[in-house]
């Protein structure tokens, strides 16, 4: 998800952006991101992004944590959504993703970040609570925790 820029398409939508994101589990521990570019960076968050037309969400999973980690993942279910709606100082929004977040399990490779990530870490998911984190990130990690504990 990109910063605003003069000819960002994203910027003041005119309806919401469908985007992904998974909690990626290796070895008990979930992965863990913070962005690069505004309005995202600063906090923890998952990899992810917008699902291109004629793609399926978990298409859309698969390769959006390959470009922004270059890992290879297996999606295995839905662990919840966010709505991230940013309004600008006259209540206009100028952002709307709804984000549907995803338990997948690492398969391979070891995170190397793109230009639109700053850092990463695999994090022991009982200490997401703790961490400055996006709004909702300690639930959906917990909720994609208990669906691979069960898959």
């Known amino acids: 998800m990109s910063g605003p820029g003069p000819s960002d ?11 992904v994101s998974a909690a ?3 070895a008990g521990r979930v992965l863990l991101v913070r962005r690069a570019r505004a309005p995202s960076a600063g906090p923890w968050t998952l990899p992810g992004g917008v ?36 309004r600008d100082p ?18 391979a490779g070891e995170p190397v970040l793109d230009a639109e990530l700053a850092a990463f870490d695999w994090h022991d ?9 996006t709004e909702g ?3 959906i990690v917990a909720a994609a925790q208990a669906i691979l504990g069960a898959a």
Request: no cysteine; hydrophobic share 50%.
């Open 51 to 86: 699902v291109e037309a004629g793609e399926t969400l978990h298409d859309a999973v698969t390769r959006e944590i390959a470009e922004e980690t270059a890992l290879a993942v297996a999606p295995v279910a839905l662990a919840g959504h966010r709505e991230v709606i940013l």
């Open 125 to 133: 998911p009982a200490t997401v609570a703790g961490l400055d984190t």
């Open 137 to 139: 990130l300690a639930e």
């Open 90 to 107: 006259d209540g206009r929004a100028e952002r709307h993703f709804v984000v549907l977040a995803f338990a997948a399990r690492w398969l």
């Open 24 to 26: 990626v589990f290796r």
């Open 9 to 19: 398409p994203r910027a003041y939508p005119s309806r919401p952006f469908l985007a």
